[in-house]
């Protein structure tokens, strides 16, 4: 499974962005999803993560209530809706497929990772 992550760019604060990351050379049907993101100078940390069916969610305490992650199987794609962005949310975002149900917050659970899409949030 190739992954592509789109949807970053320059907004200000309070802004909202949303990301996408689509499949090829595969499906996302039996894959958990997740969106991880890498500040400039930090290591990469976990966001967000959502299991094959979305009926199963997770999200760093960070960004809960403000980013919602979705999917939609039939277009073999994850989204990753940021509202009230802030300028701690700057990083790049990458998504990736752990080929299992349950949801995970570890890095090195995931098989599969996109190239990284850079969000930029102006004060």
């Known amino acids: 499974v190739q992954l592509q992550a789109s949807g970053g760019g320059l907004v200000q604060a309070g802004g909202s962005l949303r990301l996408s990351c689509a499949a090829s050379g595969g499906t996302w049907s039996g894959y958990t999803g997740g969106w991880f993101r890498q500040a400039p100078g930090k290591e990469r940390e976990f966001v967000a993560a959502?299991?094959?069916?979305?009926?199963?969610?997770s999200y760093a305490d960070s960004v809960r209530v403000r980013f919602t992650i979705s999917r939609d199987n039939t277009r073999n794609t994850v989204y990753l809706q940021m509202n009230s962005l802030k300028p701690d949310d700057t990083a790049v975002y990458y998504c990736?497929?752990?080929?299992?149900?349950?949801?995970?917050?570890?890095?090195?659970?995931?098989?599969?990772w996109g190239q990284g899409t850079l969000v930029t949030v102006s004060s």
């Open positions: 990736a497929a752990r080929a299992g149900f349950p949801v995970s917050r570890s890095q090195d659970r995931y098989d599969y």
């Open positions: 959502i299991n094959w069916s979305g009926g199963s969610t």
